[in-house]
């Protein structure tokens, strides 16, 4: 009798483990708004779905209650299809940043960096964008530091085009990715229209999109950029982010696909496959981290940013972060 009950319960719980992925995809589905054309790709989302499960456990044991994963938006893509949408290419380049020396916005020494420090607070950083289903992660972290540095040359704080950017920059692949250098020289060259004025649809209608570029309606200009830090070094970043404005970083976010807050501590390598912004530091707390602004709508995340702990070149941060100067 023992044993036939023990069989009966084993079986139950055989039930509820392969009920369990079932009932949290239709909620999934439900939540997203997901929609399947084929009994095969549903098939296929799922079992990417039910396998993400899997790291999302593993990742919450191994974050010790830092971070939070779970269940977004990209949990029925597999690790690769998932990767393919970033869109960061490496440069090929030895560019080292344009020739123009600006004066710092303020001064500050390693020294007496402040403990907290938020461009946020400051008015200068423009509310979080989502790129959609393109690799265009570039143009946005580009344009966003753009944006900033033009509002602390002096000018109104306005939101401007990454799909200029996307469409227009011939020497980067659109939705196929680029990298940072090469979006800054573009933007050098032919400053940037407003979102309002060529508003962004790669992620939805289209994919790179046709060329529209009007240099009369330009309404922003950068005059350099150049990288925060040759060295990895962190401090060095602290301190031309206070003197400069926000960065734009390039960073490895393969295990952001689940981030759902607190602090990543581990499990992020430095493969560099995605460009994002950082806006400023907390030091207050016993695991001091950066504040960075993603571009995958503000359903993601905190609010669309991601904390990362400093000091340690996490997620590859301090491998390619880079400050822009706006024209005055």
Known sequence: MKTFAAFVLLGLIAVSLAARPHAEFAQFMRKYNKV????????????????NLITIERLNREANGRATFGITEFADLTQEEFTQIHGYVA????????????????????????????WRSKGAVTPVKNQGQCGSC????????SESAWFLAGHTLTELSPQEVVSCDNKCSGCNGCDLPEAFTYIEQAGLESEAEYPYTSGTTEQNGVCKYSSSEVVAYISSWNYATKDKNETEMQVNM???????????????????????????????????????????????????????????????????????????????????????
């Open 91 to 118: 440069s090929t380049s030895n560019s080292k940043g344009s020739a123009v020396k600006a004066e710092p916005i303020q001064q500050v020494t390693a020294s007496s960096l402040p403990t907290t420090w938020d």
């Open 138 to 145: 570039w143009a946005f972290s580009a344009t966003e530091g």
């Open 36 to 51: 399947y054309n084929s009994r095969e790709e549903f098939q296929n989302r799922f079992q990417a779905f039910s396998e």
């Open 242 to 328: 206070y003197q400069y404005g926000p960065l734009s970083v390039c960073v490895d976010a393969e295990t952001w696909q689940f981030y759902k807050g607190g602090i990543v501590t581990s499990n992020c390598g430095t493969r560099l496959d995605h460009c994002v912004q950082a806006v400023g530091w907390n030091q207050s707390t016993s695991t001091p981290y950066w504040i960075v602004r993603n571009s995958w709508g503000v359903t993601w995340g905190e609010q669309g940013y991601i904390y990362i702990e400093m000091f340690k070149n996490l997620c590859g941060i301090a491998q390619e972060a880079t400050y822009v100067i706006g024209k005055k």
